[in-house]
Nanobody
């Protein structure tokens, strides 16, 4: 079981930026796909961005052009750069290991990191 620790959340004004980090406790980090998810109050958890071992990325339509996912295999960390933040981006953000062709979340969810976009 891979342990995941998210950080970097906070309170930001609309239009602002944040960079989230997620560090994984695995020696095989370069061989795993990773993803960012978020859950807003009263809503289901949703995929935000994914990145494969080959560097292929995929984004939810709502964040395309504003968010960028990246992966540092040396630091065993996946990042989510979030620009032009909107109030509707407010949520707890989680990362996870992804498995299979469908890139399904495969590990236990961490504690997440709260992102609040508000003036």
């Amino acid at each position: 079981q891979v342990q995941l620790v998210e950080s970097g959340g906070g309170l930001v004004q609309p239009g602002g930026s944040l960079r989230l980090s997620c560090t994984a406790s695995t020696f095989a980090f370069s061989f795993i796909h990773m993803g960012w998810y978020r859950q807003a109050p009263g809503k289901q958890r949703e995929m935000v961005a994914t990145i494969t071992t080959a560097g292929n990325t995929n984004y939810a339509d709502s964040v395309k052009g504003r968010f960028t996912i990246s992966k540092d295999n040396v630091k065993k960390t996946v990042y989510l750069q979030m620009n032009s933040l909107r109030p509707e981006d407010t949520a707890v953000y989680y990362c996870n290991v992804l498995r299979g062709i469908a890139l399904t979340p495969a590990s236990s969810w961490g504690q997440g990191t709260q992102v609040t976009v508000s003036s």
